[in-house]
């Protein structure tokens, strides 16, 4: 069956617009309709100006980030029939600059991705091995960060990140966390200054909202405030053994 | 940024977590005034007893009460995301906090209780 609702997207081009402002389409869909796809159809038939970002449309890549009615969803696995017939307010993922309607500027987090060294910095194989091997337990202490792949929805629901845009932010700690975490990493003394700074995890005060709408269950917020535990640790380690050599 | 914490229930519960301790910290300077005037003796400690009775003391009580349990509520729901990765479900880690908090509050209940009628003469 085919019913119409209503779809408020945020247009902005910053070029021209001198503010944001929201335009209305009816638009028809079918049960099985996602946000994402009314978009599609927005852009299909309606208004082909309208610029929003998208790839794998089942959850995996991230790209389809929006706010859906306030809160940081992805548009692929957020239905359309759930808001019927309300109205669904589509705007472009909260504390980010606009590149062009929905679609945001990350350059923000990608430098803080950089900074945190998210890959593995090789440790040395044990004598007479020529690669690190790891037991299934040593794997399941990073797996679950691991899965973080960047949709950015936490930084949306960050109010920490929103007032001061220094914080380094739910998913970069995340992957801090997750790469410290691998038995065959060596980078953690590379990765600690990070952490321990004001804007590393001391910018977080444990508003939790990341972790409800990590759509990968990621829990972003544990590995933050694991860090906390972390970051005090390293600075008691500092304090009373000054001169000691880092252990990675 | 202004106003963010009245765009989404969870922020304002987040709000309400953070101010409650207000209320904690009033309770705890309540006890310790008690404290002192315990140690300034007998009549001064009756007057704190008695202030403890009057209406504005007894609305503050009557406020702090669901403040501080919702306080405590709130700090068991976060300690999962505090404490090292455990096997245990997060469930049951806030479920083992609210119920050690609440089995040791009604021991000291019980105690208070029981002392009380030991030391009545």
Same mark, same amino acid.
């Given at each position: 069956?085919?019913?119409?609702?209503?779809?408020?997207?945020?247009?902005?081009?910053?070029?021209?617009?001198?503010?944001?402002?929201?335009?209305?389409?009816?638009?028809?869909?079918?049960?099985?309709?996602?946000?994402?796809?009314?978009?599609?159809?927005?852009?299909?038939?309606?208004?082909?100006?309208?610029?929003?970002?998208?790839?794998?449309?089942?959850?995996?890549?991230?790209? !389809?980030?929006?706010?859906?009615?306030?809160?940081?969803? /992805?548009? !692929?696995?957020?239905?359309?029939?759930?808001?019927?017939?309300?109205?669904?307010?589509?705007?472009?993922?909260?504390?980010?600059?606009?590149?062009?309607? /929905?679609?945001?500027?990350?350059?923000?987090?990608?430098?803080? /991705?950089?900074?945190?060294?998210?890959?593995?910095?090789?440790?040395?194989?044990?004598?007479?091995?020529?690669?690190?091997?790891?037991?299934?337990?040593?794997?399941?202490?990073?797996?679950?960060?691991?899965?973080?792949?960047?949709?950015?929805?936490?930084?949306?629901?960050?109010?920490?990140?929103?007032?001061?845009?220094?914080?380094?932010?739910?998913?970069?700690?995340?992957?801090?966390?997750?790469?410290?975490?691998?038995?065959?990493?060596?980078?953690?003394?590379?990765?600690?200054?990070?952490?321990?700074?004001?804007?590393?995890?001391?910018?977080?005060?444990?508003?939790?909202?990341?972790?409800?709408?990590?759509?990968?269950?990621?829990?972003?917020?544990?590995?933050?405030?694991?860090?906390?535990?972390?970051?005090?640790?390293?600075?008691?380690?500092?304090?009373?053994?000054?001169?000691?050599?880092?252990?990675? | 940024?202004?106003?963010?914490?009245?765009?989404?229930?969870?922020?304002?519960?987040?709000?309400?977590?953070?101010a409650s301790c207000v209320f904690i910290t009033a309770y705890?300077?309540?006890?310790?005034?008690?404290?002192?005037?315990?140690?300034?003796?007998?009549?001064?400690?009756?007057?704190?007893?008695?202030?403890?009775?009057?209406?504005?003391?007894?609305?503050f009580?009557?406020l702090a009460l669901p403040v501080v349990?919702y306080h405590?509520?709130?700090?068991?729901?976060?300690?999962?995301?505090?404490?090292?990765?455990?096997?245990?479900?997060?469930?049951?880690?806030?479920?083992?906090?609210?119920?050690?908090?609440?089995?040791?509050?009604?021991?000291?209940?019980?105690?208070?209780?029981?002392?009380?009628?030991?030391?009545?003469?």
């Amino acid at each position: 069956m085919t019913r119409t609702i209503r779809i408020e997207c945020l247009r902005y081009h910053p070029e021209t617009d001198a503010e944001p402002r929201l335009q209305a389409y009816e638009v028809p869909f079918t049960d099985d309709m996602s946000v994402l796809q009314g978009l599609q159809y927005i852009k299909d038939h309606l208004d082909g100006s309208l610029t929003f970002r998208w790839s794998c449309r089942m959850a995996i890549c991230g790209s !389809c980030g929006q706010m859906v009615n306030g809160v940081p969803r /992805l548009g !692929c696995e957020t239905f359309l029939r759930e808001f019927w017939p309300g109205t669904v307010r589509v705007e472009p993922l909260e504390h980010f600059p606009i590149v062009r309607d /929905l679609a945001i500027d990350q350059s923000d987090f990608l430098a803080k /991705l950089e900074s945190v060294k998210p890959y593995l910095v090789q440790k040395a194989p044990p004598a007479g091995e020529n690669t690190n091997l790891q037991a299934p337990e040593e794997m399941q202490a990073y797996y679950r960060y691991s899965k973080c792949i960047n949709y950015l929805l936490c930084y949306a629901a960050c109010p920490q990140y929103g007032l001061n845009p220094a914080f380094t932010g739910p998913a970069a700690l995340t992957l801090l966390h997750r790469y410290n975490a691998d038995s065959r990493d060596a980078g953690r003394a590379q990765r600690m200054p990070v952490v321990n700074q004001e804007d590393g995890v001391w910018g977080c005060t444990l508003v939790g909202y990341c972790s409800e709408v990590c759509p990968k269950d990621v829990d972003p917020a544990r590995a933050v405030n694991q860090n906390k535990v972390n970051s005090t640790l390293d600075y008691f380690k500092h304090f009373l053994f000054p001169r000691a050599k880092e252990k990675s | 940024m202004a106003g963010w914490w009245k765009r989404h229930p969870y922020y304002l519960w987040y709000m309400l977590r953070e101010a409650s301790c207000v209320f904690i910290t009033a309770y705890a300077l309540i006890l310790l005034w008690g404290l002192r005037r315990l140690a300034q003796g007998e009549g001064p400690f009756e007057d704190w007893l008695e202030s403890l009775g009057t209406p504005g003391s007894l609305a503050f009580h009557a406020l702090a009460l669901p403040v501080v349990l919702y306080h405590a509520w709130t700090w068991f729901k976060v300690m999962p995301k505090t404490l090292p990765d455990t096997r245990l479900p997060a469930a049951a880690i806030v479920a083992g906090g609210v119920a050690a908090s609440a089995a040791c509050s009604a021991a000291l209940l019980v105690a208070v209780w029981w002392f009380g009628l030991w030391s009545v003469p």
